[in-house]
């Protein structure tokens, strides 16, 4: 069966039940519908443990950190522990693209599928509008006589859908260019926001471009924060689904993790920690990009460290990075146990096994695991679900439990951002030495005065760990190209572009919008 053909045969239960497992009252649920609510932001005392999952580097193949992450929330409520997932909205730009849907796969799946794939509760559409409202905002500033005497724009519309097209535009009085929603700075804010009072003092300080004197001109000085506010109240608050299983899910914002921070919001994360004892969160693309995100931007900026962290890969996946040669795949492998070390003292490894993977590779996997001195676990829930998971749960349960003492921070934030630059490339992915294009190397060193102890934000490829898609496994002494870079100061970090990555991906000759269709009152192909 495919996965919506599982879907489909799932028995959901009203959202108004899920809320009652997590103790939510009736005035704090929002229904959209009869299986998707929003609820409003809880924080308490009560603190759970925070359960990371990310993966090697991706393939064609995917490895499937989200079922991972929905088949773990199944198995720890199945063997008697209080556990709620926490995920990313999906995108229509993979959902119509290469990726598809980002719903988790097999018995491992949220639901209801082709709601959340879609339109969901509207978050993407709030935050798309009101990205586009501050760039209309703009240009009617300098429509209506320019009191700002704007010079400059650096704000930029988007988009949520792949198209190479809006990459440069010509709107007649100046040049303008689309970023797809998912990494946009609204995105960033409203993901990184802590409350409505930090969304609404980060949205006043977004950057939107530059007097003929030479003075920054921010969202506040266009008074048009409250408007942005009216537009976003409402995502703002987290989106409850559930399982197949009919287990708890809060899925809420989307940035990606190459060309953004790639985490779910943190009104989500502190949400979920309040709630419950188990909250498992999945970072973006392989830990090169989305975990080491979430620890460096989301995890630091909150004081908001996870307990556990959990690598995912595929045999099939590992193949792919040794070019057919398993053994030498686990080269890939060992660069992000190695590097997720630095962060956690509990990092635990689950192979998502399949039908064709045979025993003596397994065999192989756990052994270079067990060499490496971590230990490794099986799943088989994207064919079981929660069936006879209670090894993997209590394991999971165990490692969660144990102290972690280590909260490592890749650079000096108060440091040169050439030096952070060159210490990330370095000390993360083991570049031999940064390369600038142009005079980026100049104008990068001249926003230390303004933005010297912010953050960044690398934006690469994330099917290699260096900034060239076509070198697979562990490579050793490469340089990384700096092709440009982002203020999103609203946010509080820059975005460094490496490499030939850029921020409006394109539909393929074989995008997945091929496959989508309507049959009677079915929508069909989104997998």
Avoid at 118 to 140: K, P, Q, R, V
Avoid at 399 to 424: G, M, Q, S, V, W
């Amino acid at each position: 069966m495919t996965d919506y053909e599982i879907s489909k045969k799932a028995k959901l239960l009203p959202i108004e039940e899920v809320a009652k497992k997590l103790n939510i009252k009736d005035k704090d649920l929002i229904p959209y519908g009869k299986y998707m609510a929003k609820i409003n932001i809880q924080e308490s005392k009560k603190k759970g443990k925070l359960i990371l999952v990310t993966s090697t580097n991706p393939t064609p193949y995917g490895e499937g950190k989200t079922t991972l992450a929905v088949g773990l929330n199944d198995a720890l409520n199945k063997n008697g522990y209080n556990s709620i997932a926490v995920l990313r909205e999906p995108s229509l730009g993979p959902v119509f693209g290469t990726k598809g849907g980002a719903t988790g796969g097999g018995k491992s799946q949220v639901a209801p599928m082709n709601n959340i794939n879609l339109h969901f509760t509207g978050d993407f559409h709030a935050i798309t509008s009101a990205n586009n409202l501050i760039s209309a905002i703009i240009d009617n500033h300098i429509y209506q006589g320019n009191k700002l005497k704007i010079k400059d724009v650096y704000f930029e519309r988007c988009l949520d859908i792949n198209d190479r097209a809006l990459r440069n535009i010509d709107l007649g009085t100046r040049k303008d260019k689309f970023t797809i929603t998912a990494a946009s700075e609204i995105m960033a804010i409203f993901t990184l926001a802590k409350s409505y009072d930090d969304l609404r003092n980060k949205l006043d300080n977004i950057l939107v471009g530059v007097s003929e004197t030479g003075r920054d001109i921010y969202l506040k000085d266009l008074n048009g924060t409250g408007a942005v506010m009216a537009l976003l109240y409402d995502a703002f608050k987290p989106n409850l689904v559930q399982t197949l299983e009919n287990n708890p899910v809060l899925i809420h914002g989307g940035p990606f993790a190459n060309i953004a921070h790639g985490c779910n919001s943190v009104v989500a994360t502190k949400t979920a920690l309040s709630i419950s004892d188990y909250v498992i969160t999945e970072a973006g693309f392989g830990s090169d990009m989305g975990a080491v995100k979430f620890m460096d931007i989301k995890c630091s900026l909150n004081k908001l460290y996870p307990d556990l962290i959990i690598i995912n890969s595929t045999i099939r996946s590992l193949k792919y990075h040794g070019k057919g040669n398993l053994k030498k795949g686990f080269e890939n492998l060992k660069f992000h146990i190695q590097n997720m070390q630095k962060f956690n003292d509990n990092v635990l490894v689950i192979l998502n096994k399949f039908q064709n993977d045979t025993k003596d590779e397994v065999e192989l996997f756990q052994n270079y695991c067990k060499n490496l001195g971590v230990e490794s676990l099986i799943s088989e829930m994207y064919k079981n679900g929660s069936k006879n998971t209670k090894k993997i749960a209590d394991k999971v349960v165990l490692y969660a439990n144990r102290k972690n003492k280590k909260h490592y921070e890749i650079y000096d934030i108060n440091a040169p951002i050439l030096e952070k630059i060159e210490t990330f490339a370095r000390n993360i992915y083991n570049a031999k030495e940064v390369l600038y294009e142009g005079n980026l190397k100049e104008e990068i060193k001249a926003l230390d005065k303004k933005y010297g102890n912010y953050k960044i934000c690398i934006s690469k490829t994330p099917a290699s760990i260096t900034d060239n898609k076509n070198i697979l496994g562990y490579p050793k002494d490469f340089t990384m190209t700096v092709t440009g870079y982002k203020i999103n100061n609203g946010a509080g970090f820059i975005t460094i572009l490496m490499g030939g990555v850029v921020r409006m991906p394109g539909l393929s000759k074989t995008a997945n919008y091929l496959n989508i269709d309507v049959k009677g009152n079915e929508i069909i192909g989104i997998f």
